[in-house]
């Protein structure tokens, strides 16, 4: 059964910070991945989706890299900004049911001036 | 106006109850999905839909059922409510082809049963 697991689940850091969120899970048989933010009291909002043949995803100040072999991804923040407080979530898509889609529990981040 | 609406946005009801839930998408989204959002769970995909009259079971689909006469609308019903499913439910749609496109979200209902 596919896992994925999200470390750390909370983290706080001050403005400006480079930082990186890490995803794993424990089938490689994936067919994509994605990052969504999730702002308090509201829905989820897509950042990047990577498939499974790509490396890695920019937009702006977001990247998303891909080792599916090793059953990782990281999501890398430049200069981090208060306004990037969320709640960040990872998601796969099984290469046996793409139609799905496996959560990981998130990490909170808090950005502070 | 245009995207994914959930309502109500907060219900209280009562252990025994019926309670339905609507989503409305006006992409014309052939897919769409029912999550519910528990602490230390992450979200959980309750049931989903390919299409009008295609509904399919996830990974929590006990205690729930589903329609889907129209493409735009996907309600979700619990028959019989219990505290156990007290959560944040979510709807999400997407286009064909899963695996190419992303998943739009509602803004989620807060369910309590008491």
């Known amino acids: 059964k596919q896992e994925v697991t999200q470390i750390p689940a909370a983290l706080s850091v001050p403005e400006g910070e480079n930082l990186v969120l890490n995803c794993s899970f424990t089938d490689s048989a994936i067919y994509n991945l994605q990052w969504f933010r999730q702002d308090p009291g509201k829905g989820l909002t897509s950042l990047l989706l990577?498939?499974?043949?790509?490396r890695e995803q920019t937009s702006g100040r977001l990247n998303a890299s891909l080792d599916k072999s090793s059953g990782r991804s990281t999501l890398y923040i430049a200069a981090s900004q208060p306004g990037d407080s969320a709640t960040y979530l990872c998601?796969?898509?099984?290469?046996?049911?793409?139609?799905?889609?496996?959560f990981g529990t998130g990490t909170r981040l808090q950005v502070f001036p | 106006d245009a995207g994914i609406t959930q309502s109500p946005r907060y219900k209280i009801t009562e252990t025994g109850r019926q309670v339905t839930l609507m989503c409305h998408q006006t992409w014309s989204h052939s897919y769409m999905f029912w999550y519910r959002q528990d602490l230390g769970h992450g979200l959980r995909l309750i049931y989903y839909?390919?299409?009008?009259?295609?509904?399919d079971k996830g990974e929590v689909p006990d205690g729930y059922v589903v329609s889907r006469s129209k493409t735009e609308n996907f309600p979700l019903t619990l028959e019989s409510a219990t505290r156990s499913q007290t959560s944040v439910y979510f709807c999400a749609s997407s286009p064909p082809g899963l695996a190419r496109n992303e998943q739009f979200f509602g803004p989620g209902t807060r369910l309590t049963v008491l």
């Open positions: 998601a796969v898509s099984p290469e046996i049911n793409t139609d799905k889609l496996i």
């Open positions: 839909s390919a299409a009008a009259d295609i509904t």
């Open positions: 990577i498939q499974s043949s790509q």
